[in-house]
């Protein structure tokens, strides 16, 4: 079965350190993997995806995500966190060949930037 | 980039009562359509996929009766949600997926919050 893991619910870290957000994955063949990021009573707003190509990848706001297939991990990065980037971060995971092809979700990290 | 509009984003209705959600893609079409719902603090949880000019397809657990999508063109779908009560009350997300600038990605609504009294 495809399933997506967050295992933090919470991540704090200080203004200007570096942070680290993980997510890990379960799917059948190739996967295409996403991050969105969600602000209070907001919708969801896309960061980044890796669909094929370079394992590391580059997305808005200054993330990035580095995709290991060994690991089955898909981490997303900022090497400088702000107190703007606090807010509720999903991954999620697509297969990219058969029938189900929705987009399968993580149940969130909760990041707190602290001034 | 693509846009997906939600309307309202707010709405707070008395219990018994009907409320229609519109969502629209406002720059390209959208073939598929989904509806999610969130409770406070936890995951999207897929409500339905509906294709246009189709019946949408529930996700297990999901009343197909008390929450009706509709999928009449490819640029909007509408979320009614029947005989409303307090325990609907959450917020609900569209998302579209379809052909943009030469890819097929899934863009996602502002949300609508529904308050049913």
């Known amino acids: 079965a495809q399933s997506v893991a967050q295992p933090e619910d919470q991540v704090n870290v200080a203004e200007g350190n570096p942070l680290t957000v993980k997510c890990t994955y379960s799917?059948?063949?190739?996967?295409?993997l996403f991050w969105y990021v969600q602000y209070p009573n907001r919708g969801l707003q896309f960061l980044l995806k890796?669909?094929?190509?370079d394992n590391l990848v580059k997305g808005s706001y200054g993330f990035e995500a580095e995709f290991n297939k060994s690991q089955t991990s898909f981490h997303l990065k900022k090497p400088s966190a702000l107190v703007s980037d606090s807010a509720l971060y999903f991954c999620?995971?697509?297969?990219?060949?058969?029938?189900?092809?929705?987009?399968?979700w993580g149940l969130g990290t909760s990041l707190a930037v602290n001034p | 980039g693509a846009v997906v509009s939600q309307h309202p984003s707010r709405v707070i209705c008395k219990s018994g009562t009907s409320v229609k959600i519109e969502c629209r893609s406002l720059?390209?079409?959208?073939?598929?359509m989904f509806w999610y719902r969130q409770f406070p603090k936890q995951s999207l949880m897929l409500m339905a996929t509906?294709?246009?000019?189709?019946?949408?397809?529930?996700e297990q657990g999901v009343e197909k009766d008390k929450f009706l999508i509709n999928h009449a063109s490819l640029t909007l779908s509408t979320l009614t949600v029947t005989s409303a009560h307090p325990e609907d009350s959450s917020f609900y997300i569209c998302?579209?997926?379809?052909?943009?600038?030469?890819?097929?990605?899934?863009?996602f609504g502002p949300g609508t919050r529904l308050t049913v009294l």
């Open positions: 998302s579209a997926r379809g052909w943009t600038s030469g890819i097929n990605e899934q863009f």
């Open positions: 720059d390209f079409q959208a073939t598929t």
């Open positions: 509906s294709n246009e000019g189709s019946k949408a397809t529930y």
């Open positions: 799917v059948s063949g190739n996967p295409y």
């Open positions: 890796y669909i094929t190509g």
């Open positions: 999620a995971v697509r297969a990219n060949a058969g029938n189900n092809r929705k987009l399968i």
